[in-house]
């Protein structure tokens, strides 16, 4: 159990908040035993903690990751910054977790996409098994190779909302929750945050 959670557990909530976050946890181990892949690190954090910045919309115009305008997670198909800031304030928590791959080298991209694809299963596993509710990555949504975008999304029930797209930087999410953003060379490592309790 890290830090940041020990104390937002025990100070912050109180037992029956515990015992939330322990179902939440027994949810993402079984999930992980269905995915296949386990879990590098995990913190809770209160979503009044998060950095967001309205800035990432200009990098995402920039188009550096070529996903603007071509996927139903990303700018300006999703809903702008703004309104999913509020939707993310609207719940108290968010809960953040990774996966860690190791690669041969920094061109290992085999490895990279297999480390991709797993931590999407475990992540599409965790909603389910959360009813549905709304989980984020990094990046545009991972779940089809090419987004059915601008036709609709054939798995709406799988679908993973962009961290960047609501205006969260991930290094700064990482620093907020308290877990790497890298854990060293020749690895690669995958973000998920999912929003628990609605206000
Ligand atoms: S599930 Fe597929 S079609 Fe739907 S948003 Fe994700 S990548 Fe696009």
Same mark, same amino acid.
């Given at each position: 159990m890290t830090d940041i959670l020990r104390n937002f557990t025990t100070e912050l909530h109180g037992v029956s908040q515990r015992e939330k976050e322990e179902l939440i946890i027994e949810t993402l181990t079984d999930a992980e035993t269905v995915a296949g892949v386990r879990v590098h690190e995990r913190a809770f954090l209160p979503s009044c903690e998060l950095v967001f910045s309205s800035e990432l919309l200009e990098y995402c115009k920039s188009n550096v990751c070529g996903n603007y305008n071509k996927s139903w997670t990303c700018p300006p198909a999703c809903e702008s910054m703004e309104e999913q800031r509020k939707k993310i304030l609207s719940f108290e928590n968010v809960f953040v977790f990774t996966t860690t791959h190791k690669l041969e080298d920094s061109f290992d991209y085999e490895r990279m996409t297999l480390g991709r694809e797993l931590h999407t299963s475990l992540t599409i596993e965790f909603k389910k098994r959360r009813g549905g509710v709304p989980v984020y990555g990094a990046g545009? =949504?991972?779940? =089809?190779?090419? =987004?059915a975008f601008p036709s609709p999304c054939p798995f709406p029930e799988k679908k993973i909302g962009s961290i960047e797209a609501a205006g969260i930087n991930v290094t700064e999410l990482s620093k907020s929750a308290g877990i790497a953003y890298n854990n060293g060379p020749n690895t690669v490592t995958f973000f998920s945050m999912t929003l628990l309790n609605p206000r």
């Open positions: 545009s =949504c991972p779940v =089809c190779d090419f =987004c």
